[in-house]
């Protein structure tokens, strides 16, 4: 899990499926989904696609900075 002070992020599922975690609430996601994140906003990703391969295009604004991402233990 991990957070971004600064940048918004969209999820978009391109392959695969799986589960999204954002703010304590878990849902799960397929090809096709889109799932927007807030800054501030803890979230997290896990692949349960049969296939073992979820692919997922992350989209940041303003765009995604090492300095901008924070680890939760």
């Known amino acids: 899990?991990?957070?971004h002070k600064i940048s918004e992020e969209i999820y978009y599922v391109l392959k695969g499926s799986g589960k999204v975690r954002v703010s304590g609430i878990t849902r799960k996601i397929e090809e096709g989904d889109?799932?927007?994140?807030l800054p501030g906003a803890i979230h997290a990703s896990e692949?349960?696609?049969?296939?073992?391969v979820m692919k997922i295009l992350a989209i940041c604004?303003?765009?995604?900075?090492?300095?901008?991402?924070?680890?939760i233990e």
């Open 34 to 37: 889109a799932v927007y994140i």
């Open 61 to 71: 604004s303003p765009p995604y900075s090492d300095d901008d991402i924070f680890f």
């Open 1 to 3: 899990p991990h957070y």
């Open 47 to 52: 692949n349960t696609s049969e296939s073992d």
